[in-house]
């Protein structure tokens, strides 16, 4: 047993020192151990909070919290071969759905673990519960099975992976020590690498809509935490600074967004979602060896949507998930209408343009409130999900819209009222113009951080 006293641990670092790996580790041991109390992880975490960590500690304290768990055990076969992705989290931000299988398609072993969201939509989980029979929890031999015969699966955080992330994360939520940078890697990367991964790219969101940055600058900052943290670990990375403004693709919502995936499995997405599935992809496999640069792999991502088989590659890993094959093969059919699997509210409200003109922007937020307030998401993780409700918008920023024309339809059960349809109204933002004409798509890609080098970069070509 270590000699460290948690007390005087806490003072050091109220002081304003670092802590060694040794300090952090006993810490964390004795946090899982639950034979420190309450207010001593507080304090600690509090400390943290105003004092920072820098990069070498962000990268014990994950180090800690992935040591309390199992890590999960691949063929020695697969090394170099196994990838993930993760966001920080938007509106309508269905990526990992397309992205997991096109990636399989494509060599890679994706192991995703993803979570439920706490907020105004669902997360990726309550998203693909949307799918009659889609069982989330699989084990980790099952992990592997899906793995070895599918080449991905998108499951849920076990009891085993990362059990100080579970604690510490509760008392962070009731002690205002959330919005730390370090304390927020150390729990995204935690799990994460728990994963045993090679690479990882990073989604790292910014904008009004943003969860954890509203800014380029906030956003930076946080994605070479990110990035630094990844590093120390071992595992390569890119982190992409996207937009976060207005909604991702045309659906906010569970059940809407999986038929969105769908569609752009089959190479019918809106062009916003198709760049990001496909600059996601392409980092990820540059930096897995599997091209010879981001391009390129983001042209092979973008043929496995379009010649069908990352929507084959999707059907068998519902397929391994539990979804029967009927279902499977009905949701997955091109031309086919998911509805007839997935759920969607039975009444509809279609919001119209006031004027004509260019759609100059959709407010994301305003877009997953009034999602919230029909049942999309969750406030606390006991609350129910509606997975049949959400928005289908018939337009994007950029296009031109005459008077009249339908720019939103909301799904719902007969609770959208006159403030829901009040803040979409506002929501919307309509510039007349001379010219009826819509501008191109613009990329939602801000910077990219690899190799800690910033750049510009999008390999999006508007259609």
């Known amino acids: 047993m270590s000699s460290f006293r948690i007390e005087e641990l806490i003072a050091l670092k109220r002081d304003g020192f670092d802590l060694t790996a040794e300090q952090i580790k006993h810490f964390v041991e004795r946090v899982v151990a639950k034979d420190i109390g309450d207010s001593q992880i507080g304090a600690m975490l509090m400390a943290m909070f105003l004092r920072g960590l820098n990069s070498e500690e962000t990268v014990h304290l994950t180090r800690a919290m992935i040591d309390t768990g199992e890590l999960l055990k691949w063929p020695e ?18 990526v990992s759905l397309p992205l997991a299988p096109a990636l399989a398609v494509c060599g890679v072993k994706v192991p995703m673990i993803s979570g439920r969201g706490l907020g105004h939509t669902g997360g990726t989980l309550d998203k693909l519960e949307s799918i009659p029979g889609y069982r989330f929890g699989l084990s980790p031999v099952e992990m592997k099975k ?7 699966c998108i499951a849920g955080q076990t009891d085993t992976l990362a ?12 002690t205002g020590t959330v919005a730390s940078n370090p304390l927020i890697a ?7 690498a728990s994963e045993n991964l090679d690479a990882l790219v990073l989604d790292v969101k910014c904008g009004r809509a943003a969860f954890t940055a509203k800014t380029p600058e906030l956003a930076r900052i946080f994605a070479v935490t990110l990035y630094k943290t990844c590093a120390g670990l071992g595992i390569k990375c890119a982190a992409l600074i996207t ?3 207005h909604p991702i693709g045309l659906t906010v919502g569970n059940s809407v967004e999986v038929a969105e995936s769908v569609r752009c499995l089959n190479g019918q997405g809106p062009e916003d979602l198709q760049e990001l599935v496909c600059a996601q992809g392409g980092h990820l496999l540059k930096a897995l060896n599997k091209v010879d640069s981001a391009e390129e792999g983001f042209n092979k991502i973008k043929t496995s949507l379009h010649n069908g088989t990352a929507l084959r590659k999707f059907q068998e890993m519902l397929s391994a ?19 007839v699997v997935l759920p969607l509210a039975p009444q509809k409200t279609e919001l119209r343009a006031n004027k004509p003109g260019i759609v100059r922007d959709i407010n994301a937020m305003a877009c997953a409130s009034v999602c919230g307030r029909l ?18 918008l018939h337009v994007r920023v950029g296009q031109y819209v005459h008077k009249g024309d339908v ?57």
């Open 321 to 339: 998930h539990g979804v029967s094959p009927d279902t499977a093969n009905a949701l997955c059919t091109p031309g086919a209408d998911p509805y």
């Open 375 to 392: 049942g999309a998401g969750r406030q606390k993780s006991t609350d129910a999900v509606d997975h049949s409700v959400g928005l289908i």
């Open 186 to 192: 150390s729990s995204i990367m935690s799990k994460k």
């Open 243 to 245: 937009n976060m403004d």
């Open 77 to 94: 076969e697969w090394k170099g071969s196994i990838g993930d992705k993760h966001s920080t989290g938007g509106v309508g931000d269905k």
């Open 163 to 174: 059990p100080a992330d579970r604690v510490l994360y509760s008392l962070r939520d009731i």
């Open 146 to 152: 899906s793995l070895t015969d599918v080449g991905c």
């Open 407 to 463: 720019w939103v339809c909301v799904h719902h059960k007969g609770n959208l009222d006159k403030e829901g349809i009040e803040c979409l109204e506002k929501a919307i933002m309509i510039v007349e113009s001379e010219k009826t004409e819509s501008l191109p798509v613009e990329s939602r890609i801000i910077e990219v951080i690899d190799s800690l080098s910033v750049r510009k970069s999008s390999l999006f070509t508007s259609q």
